[in-house]
């Protein structure tokens, strides 16, 4: 069973920086053992979960959504089992609940929120 917890949710103003991290917990399931994917996804009232950024840990390949290229930047640090995002020049359509994820693969589907097998409680994040 995989845990993660996300921190680093805050309110900041339009233009300004946050960085986000998600802890994990030593994997005790084979079934994320080795490379995995790990997404950071966020959701606004009203609105559906969307997929932000994720990175495979085996080539260490990113992706982005377009909403976010050039302002955000995923990455990780195995060493404290933690992932990161990066955020800058923050705008108010960036507010939202953010969370991270894991599941085994990335490639085409990496935004596929309903593939990911493990979730954190999410951080807030308001932009204004």
């Known amino acids: 069973h995989v845990q993660l917890v996300e921190s680093g949710g805050d309110l900041v103003q339009a233009g300004g920086s946050l960085r986000l991290s998600c802890t994990a917990s030593?994997?005790?399931?084979?079934?994320?053992?080795?490379?995995?994917?790990m997404g950071w996804f966020r959701q606004a009232p009203g609105k559906e979960r969307e997929g932000v950024a994720a990175?495979?840990?085996?080539?260490?390949?990113?992706y982005y959504a377009g909403s976010v290229k050039g302002r955000f930047t995923i990455s990780r640090d195995d060493a404290k089992n933690t992932l990161y995002l990066q955020m800058n020049t923050l705008k108010p359509e960036d507010t939202a609940m953010y969370y991270c994820?894991?599941?085994?693969?990335?490639?085409?589907?990496?935004?596929?929120?309903?593939?990911?097998?493990?979730w954190g409680q999410g951080t807030q994040v308001t932009v204004s």
């Open positions: 990175i495979y840990t085996g080539d260490d390949m990113t």
């Open positions: 994820a894991a599941k085994t693969s990335c490639g085409s589907a990496w935004s596929s929120y309903g593939q990911y097998r493990y």
């Open positions: 030593k994997a005790t399931d084979s079934s994320v053992s080795g490379s995995v994917c």
